[in-house]
């Protein structure tokens, strides 16, 4: 559990506490003759002041925390694709996506996500589904098609597609 949630809970959890010690004890005040309706409602309001800082604060950090959580799980997976691709230097995407337990979109989300990050260099042909992974440098040098062998111009950076083909390469 991230720190935000726990930061989060404890605070829910002492507003609450807050709240029902103080429910006990204005009613026990009442309830004895030691405290008037008036004396009570202002109790009341003393008391809730603390209460809805606390509850609304845990609120909002075990909501952020949620946030930094899903933030990081796609980090995590996005590492993984990286490492299985660069390890492996090709693989089926379909085998990815079992292994990732992803879907085929979300591993070709992860794939334009970590080239817009600039941290992966490699083509693909969606429609035989194989990623490569290859060094920048030899992309930039390659004027064929690793696919179909048409003409090629890999400039720039981000993502060229094969006009023959649509094998699209991803460079930094």
């Given at each position: 559990m991230n720190s935000g949630r726990l930061i989060g809970i404890i605070s829910l959890v002492a507003g609450l506490g807050i709240a029902v010690l103080g429910g006990v004890y204005i009613a026990v005040q009442v309830s004895s003759g030691l405290m008037l309706?008036?004396?009570?409602?202002v109790a009341a309001v003393v008391i809730f002041i603390p209460v809805a800082v606390l509850v609304g604060f845990g609120i909002l950090?075990?909501?952020?925390?949620?946030?930094?959580?899903?933030?990081?799980?796609?980090?995590?997976?996005?590492?993984?694709?990286?490492?299985?691709?660069?390890?492996?230097?090709q693989i089926n995407i379909d085998d990815v996506a079992l292994e990732m337990r992803s879907s085929r979109d979300d591993i070709k989300d992860?794939?334009?996500?970590?080239?817009?990050?600039?941290?992966?260099?490699?083509?693909?042909?969606?429609?035989?589904?194989?990623?490569?992974?290859?060094?920048a440098s030899k992309l930039r040098e390659l004027q064929r098609c690793e696919n179909c062998g048409g003409e090629i111009?890999?400039?720039?950076?981000?993502?060229?597609?094969c006009r023959f083909c649509g094998t699209e390469y991803f460079l930094p």
């Open positions: 309706a008036g004396g009570a409602v950090m075990i909501q952020r925390g949620g946030q930094e959580s899903a933030q990081e799980s796609t980090m995590q997976k996005q590492r993984q694709l990286l490492d299985i691709v660069k390890s492996r230097g992860m794939v334009y996500q970590l080239v817009g990050l600039q941290v992966f260099s490699g083509y693909i042909n969606w429609d035989n589904g194989i990623l490569y992974s290859a060094e111009k890999l400039v720039g950076k981000g993502v060229v597609k």
